[in-house]
């Protein structure tokens, strides 16, 4: 069930543009999947006006914490990563429908790139949480962008392109060796859309299952308003409601 | 609390939520009890289904926002069929938003209407201003609206409710043809016809580069709109365009709305609608109104 929670913000860390909000409520947490997300008003910032949809970056449903990473790439996003601890930030959750879970056994790629790499944290510890060590494969203009190394790198084997060469192997995530090297049963992808499409497209060369989390702009987050449409197989569908992963099989890219 | 809008549609209170804010309600069910609110209008439905205007939509302005959604909907018979069996039993009034782009889509859709049960009023959707050819061209002369509204009025039975663009010289005038031609009441404003700007990239923001302003932006235009209908005619004036919060809703009402509408602010606050109902009776009760009724008008000037 959908719900408006007063968080408090109770750790900050700074990641050069980005920022890792931890935030915490004494309220229960419904059930949030991976790749749901949530909508984050933002207040006292006169040139936004509507609430930030952001990816679920960790959960902790013991401490009924949330963990957002976000990137500040506009003036709401900067009035976000602006909250002190103490803070009170009011978030709708959870929102959208969230990965496919996969099967025991089944070989999974997590590809990630800039602060598409968010929401993978949350899905590859639910995915250790029952026993399938994920391939992580992130890309980023350069190693600040790639946030947490370390702790992706304990929930499964971890590969990193930089377009600058800074870290990893140089250039784009589809360029990386691994996809000689190793196969794969499923494929997820979050990042940017070209990036995203290119990934689909490799994955549909290797007839591999592919699904991708969209972000499209939106309004409400709710499915009310019809803002943040995808052009699919079946018409005009809300990223948001329907969202905002999808398998690419019904995208029309 | 109650609002008799005449012609069969009675509110529980003066709270209703703006089309095409609040999906067919069930969107928002988690987050409010609809028996609390005086109805809910459901999206713009036409005739025929509609795939609206591509991606991008929406663009954020100064306490706003601009859409050109272009009125997506699976058409008249897909909501017969589908979503009002699973709506229809909600403890609150729910009217349609018909829209059209011809005469005699708006008169066939009225009249499929006018047979479900349980859609105590239609609101008419003359003003609809992201869609070629589309409804807007009705409601912008006392002609065109005139003509469409004594079409739909010969076939559709339950009340009718007009609601008009902003986007015209004199929108007193528009409203006084809407009730000559049968309107049981007008609803005021839609969206104020808008564009925005990506300087960087050279390129408009929206799709089809022009689309409809809401939010709280629009509320002093819409509330001196309605004040100017409210003058210019007897049958009751529903008011929207902005408004967020009870005091927002109580000023239209002293301007001479009957209702109110709530629709953009939705998105900021899923739960504002009821909110703004129970601040009404607040406001009613702090100010020694016996009954909300009482409020229309009631601007000393």
Known sequence: ?253 | MTIDLGRGLVLRNPVMTASGTFGYGEEYSDFVDLAQLGGIIVKGTTLYPREGNPYPRMAETPSGMLNCVGLQNKGVQYFIDTIYPRIKDYDTNVLLNLSGSTLEDYVKGAEMVDALDKIPAIELNVSCPNVKQGGMAFGVTTTGISQVVSEVRKVYHKHLMVKLSPNVTNIAEIAMAAEAAGADSVSLINTLMGMAIDAEQRKPKLSVITGGLSGACVKPVALRMVWQVAKAVKIPVVGLGGISNATDAVEFMLAGASAVEIGTANFIDPAVSVKVAWGINEYCERHGFATVAELIGALEV
């Open chain 1, 1 to 253: 069930m959908k719900q408006i929670i007063d968080f408090k913000l109770v750790e900050k860390q700074g990641y050069g543009r980005s920022v890792l909000l931890q935030l915490r409520t004494g309220r229960v947490l419904p059930e949030i999947r991976p790749g749901q997300f949530v909508q984050v008003r933002v207040d006292g910032s006169p040139s936004t006006y509507l609430r930030r949809p952001i990816s679920i970056h960790d959960v902790d449903f013991e401490r009924n914490d949330i963990t957002l990473l976000v990137q500040q790439i506009g003036e709401g996003t900067r009035h976000l990563a602006a909250a002190e601890v103490g803070d009170t930030i009011n978030v709708v959750l959870p929102l959208g429908n969230g990965f496919s879970m996969p099967e025991r056994g089944e070989r999974c790629l997590l590809v990630g790139g800039g602060i598409g790499i968010a929401p993978l944290y949350y899905f590859a510890k639910v995915m250790g949480e029952i026993g399938i060590r994920p391939t992580l494969l992130l890309g980023g203009k350069s190693k600040s962008d790639l946030i947490r190394l370390a702790d992706y790198e304990r929930l499964g084997e971890t590969f990193v392109t930089t377009e600058d060469g800074s870290l990893g192997e140089k250039g784009f995530v589809t360029m990386h060796s691994v996809w000689q090297k190793q196969s794969f049963d499923k494929i997820y992808v979050c990042g940017p859309k070209p990036m995203m499409k290119a990934v689909a497209k490799l994955a549909a060369e290797k007839d591999v299952w592919c699904e991708v989390s969209l972000e499209n702009l939106m309004a409400c987050g709710l499915g009310a308003c019809l803002c943040c449409v995808e052009d699919t197989v079946d018409g005009h569908v809300c990223v948001c409601k329907e969202g905002p992963v999808f398998n690419t099989r019904r995208l029309k890219w």
